[in-house]
């Protein structure tokens, strides 16, 4: 992968466009959380309803700090989730209330996963912020795990594919709920 394939995903997030890219498991799908027509956009090609809400994706905790109440944490839980931190781990966590429904969906709390892959990093600090993460399928299909895959699932629906490898990984991220610590699905 390229610089240049990074600055080309980068140019068609910053235009609202929708891509797919290499995570730890699975092709994911993401575009500019703070864009609801790019998120409306994600949500009609994947098939997927507003209510389930989305996961952030970032290069680093920092980038989340927008979106999140902390204080609304009990006390010591931020201790583990960082600890968890980069790494295939999603933490469900209290939203700031100006985060939207679009990404929210009918919770008051947000999905959030600092990433270990390589490629997510890169995408996101040249990002400058987060993106939407959800695996690059059909709601209810398999998710892609190579580019060829993806292509051949969402086709020209898609903005840009970049070109990339996943880590490897079987399942997609644990994800847990950042009050209570419970696995909401297991990895």
């Known amino acids: 992968m390229t610089n240049q394939a990074i600055l080309t995903a980068v140019s068609h997030l910053e235009q609202g466009g929708v891509i797919a890219y290499a995570t730890e498991a699975v092709f994911g799908l993401g575009c500019d959380p703070d864009n609801q027509e790019a998120v409306n956009r ?41 600890a968890s931190w980069p790494g295939p781990n999603t933490w469900v966590m209290p939203a700031k209330p100006e985060v939207p429904a679009w990404l929210r969906g009918q919770f008051d709390s947000l999905a959030v996963r600092v990433s270990a892959h390589p490629q997510v990093r890169d995408l996101c600090l040249a990002f400058g912020r987060p993106l939407v993460s959800t695996s690059a399928n059909l709601t209810g299909q398999e998710p892609g795990r190579t580019s060829a895959e993806v292509l051949a699932q969402l086709g020209q629906r898609l903005d840009y594919v970049l070109e990339g490898s996943t880590g490897g990984r079987a399942n997609p991220s644990l994800i847990r709920d950042a009050r209570t610590g419970a696995v909401i699905r297991p990895a």
């Open 42 to 82: 994600l949500l009609a090609i994947k098939q997927r309803p507003v209510e389930k809400g989305l996961i952030l994706i970032a290069a680093d905790f920092s980038q989340l700090l927008p979106y999140l109440e902390l204080d609304a944490l009990p006390e010591g839980r931020l201790a583990d989730i960082l």
